[in-house]
């Protein structure tokens, strides 16, 4: 069973940039789909990007796209959020989540889907 453990959150003003990293331990996750998602006080936990086992796909919110790059390196066990063009709307915390099964794309956009989550990572972004 691997870990994952989010950071690079904190506080930016908008239009800033922030890059969360999501490290696993125990075991390689190169197998697994990786997603970002996101929960802002009251309200539900949302998808913001996901990137497939072999990295040759990626998947994002419709309102982060061409600001965020979610990127992967199986070597090193990580998976990456570049977070370009802040908004004070992407406040939240977020967290990095695994999917070792395999299916259709319209499953990485469900919190469902997912099997393993780290404890989160608070972004702040100021107006």
């Known amino acids: 069973q691997v870990q994952l453990v989010e950071s690079g959150g904190g506080l930016v003003q908008t239009g800033g940039s922030l890059r969360l990293s999501c490290a696993a331990s125990?075991?390689?996750?190169?197998?697994?789909?990786m997603g970002w998602f996101r929960q802002a006080p009251g309200k539900e936990r949302e998808f913001v990007a996901a990137?497939?086992?072999?990295?040759?796909?990626?998947y994002y919110k419709d309102s982060v796209k061409g600001r965020f790059t979610i990127s992967r390196d199986n070597a090193k066990n990580t998976v990456s959020l570049q977070m370009n063009s802040l908004k004070p709307e992407d406040t939240a915390v977020y967290y990095c989540?695994?999917?070792?099964?395999?299916?259709?794309?319209?499953?990485?956009?469900?919190?469902?889907?997912?099997?393993?989550w780290g404890q989160g990572t608070q972004v702040t972004v100021s107006s």
């Open positions: 990137i497939t086992w072999s990295g040759g796909r990626t």
């Open positions: 989540a695994a999917d070792s099964t395999q299916g259709y794309s319209g499953r990485y956009y469900r919190v469902e889907t997912y099997e393993l």
């Open positions: 125990g075991r390689t996750f190169s197998s697994y789909a």
